[in-house]
T-cell receptor, first 111, second 112 residues
């Protein structure tokens, strides 16, 4: 049972375009949603996060949009750069110190 | 910068053999985690610990044991390795807020 789902599995955009990565969840007790970025051969690293009391969180070119009613969120990467090519994981927790990850979206940015 | 070090970086094991993966953190964090990464499944939690000498089962604990002998060290033990346990294993640590996990570089385990 996948409690956190991501789509698409892979995404290719041109340099300068906006990449949109989607995430949905099932557990209504989830209240904190971090996104992790992983480069090949490395461990994931926290990129940006949002709590359920907010509907938007922005950090430079990265923005999370959150819809609590629909249990959906998305990560928008504006002005995508080749260096943004990585795997992006949406995750969720309800405060029980257990983080549940989605299956990931592999982003490729073509110069 | 927070540091989580895993060893070995890669390992080849035989089916039925015993495998121990080690993790060391210098973050002074209370929480430590073992995740498994497989293509199409993302990261799945195997075991975690919030204090030395105590471990908790995660979402997929079957076939794995964990040991937390000190705050800094957390090991994952496969008593009888199986083909299905071929994967990349990540250790992570966090403070009590759990708002940010710091991951190691991973251990690539191949069971033949």
């Amino acid at each position: 049972q996948q409690q956190v789902r991501q789509s698409p599995q892979s995404l290719t955009v041109w340099e300068g375009e906006t990449a949109i990565l989607n995430c949905s969840y099932e557990d209504s007790t989830f209240n904190y949603f971090p996104w992790y970025q992983q480069f090949p051969g490395e461990g994931p690293a926290l990129l940006i996060s949002i709590s359920s009391v907010s509907d938007k969180k922005e950090d430079g070119r990265f923005t999370i949009f959150f819809n609590k009613r629909e249990k959906k969120l998305s990560l928008h990467i504006t002005d995508s750069q080749p260096g943004d090519s990585a795997t992006y994981f949406c995750a969720a927790t309800g405060g029980n110190n257990k983080l549940t990850f989605g299956q990931g979206t592999v982003l490729s940015v073509i110069p | 910068e927070a540091a989580v070090t895993q060893s070995p970086r890669s390992k080849v094991a035989v089916t039925g053999g015993k495998v121990t993966l080690s993790c060391h953190q210098t973050n002074n964090h209370d929480y430590m985690y073992w995740y498994r990464q497989d293509t199409g499944h993302g990261l799945r939690l195997i075991h975690y610990s919030y204090v030395a000498d105590s471990t908790e089962k995660g979402d997929i604990p079957d076939g794995y044991k964990a040991s937390r002998p000190s705050q800094e060290n957390f090991s994952l033990i496969l008593e009888l390795a199986s083909l299905s346990q071929t994967a990349v294993y990540f250790c992570a640590s966090s403070d009590i807020s759990n708002e940010r996990l710091f991951f190691g570089h991973g251990t690539k385990l191949s069971v033949l």
